[in-house]
T-cell receptor, first 112, second 115 residues
Framework: SQKIEQNSEALNIQEGKTATLTCNYT??????LQWYRQDPGRGPVFLLL?????KEKRKERLKVTFDTTLKQSLFHITASQPADSATYLCALLSGGYNKLIFGAGTRLAVHP | EAGVTQSPTHLIKTRGQQATLRCSPISGHTSVYWYQQALGLGLQFLLWYDEGEERNRGNFPPRFSGRQFPNYSSELNVNALELEDSALYLC??????????????FGDGTRLSIL
């Protein structure tokens, strides 16, 4: 069966460290993978998009990698700040599905 | 630039009633998407409209329906409400074209509570 999995447990890290969030998928062949941030009571906010032929994408303190062999995307936040605390969602578009498929998200808590 | 706006912010209904949720996309966006997010769960895809046409529908019963108007705004209608329909309903918009290659811009949702 098809699955898109993110760590259900919250990730707690110290301010200034690098946060790494994982998105694994099974039985999909995504052409695109997107990452979003969602704060409590708010809609998700788009962060980064990576295509299947790209290994890595960067935007300021954010970095996304996409490994189609491992069927995994990693999302990194360097020099993390308490303001980075939120739930982070990955979403993929796979052929034949005609929709974005979202993971359940990982909650990140950055402590001062 | 104004973002995606949804109304109402909160909606309280009882079982068996009907609910109408509204969404105004970002100016210039032709695609509108609807998602359901039940408490503690991920986003579940409901509907995708583009240029006034329904492009795809998620695995929801027919009592979930919608439409897109000529100005690209959209409505989601839920008939015969059930307790399990209680959730945050999110609308997103994007430019038309390649689905996965476009970021989706979300509103802050309508919180639907069924008593």
């Amino acid at each position: 069966s098809q699955k898109i999995e993110q760590n259900s447990e919250a990730l707690n890290i110290q301010e200034g460290k690098t946060a790494t969030l994982t998105c694994n998928y099974t039985n999909y062949s995504p052409a695109y993978l997107q990452w979003y941030r969602q704060d409590p009571g708010r809609g998700p906010v788009f962060l980064l998009l990576i295509r299947e032929n790209e290994k890595e994408k960067r935007k300021e303190r954010l970095k996304v990698t996409f490994d189609t062999t491992l069927k995994q995307s990693l999302f990194h936040i360097t020099a993390s700040q308490p303001a980075d605390s939120a739930t982070y969602l990955c979403a993929l578009l796979s052929g034949g599905y005609n929709k974005l498929i979202f993971g359940a998200g990982t909650r990140l808590a950055v402590h001062p | 630039e104004a973002g995606v706006t949804q109304s109402p912010t909160h909606l309280i209904k009882t079982r068996g009633q009907q609910a109408t949720l509204r969404c105004s996309p970002i100016s210039g966006h032709t695609s509108v998407y609807w998602y359901q997010q039940a408490l503690g769960l991920g986003l579940q895809f409901l509907l995708w409209y583009d240029e006034g046409e329904e492009r795809n529908r998620g695995n929801f019963p027919p009592r979930f329906s919608g439409r897109q108007f000529p100005n690209y705004s959209s409505e989601l209608n839920v008939n015969a409400l059930e307790l399990e329909d209680s959730a945050l309903y999110l609308c997103a918009s994007s430019l038309g074209g390649d689905l996965g290659n476009q970021p989706q811009h979300f509103g802050d949702g309508t919180r639907l509570s069924i008593l």
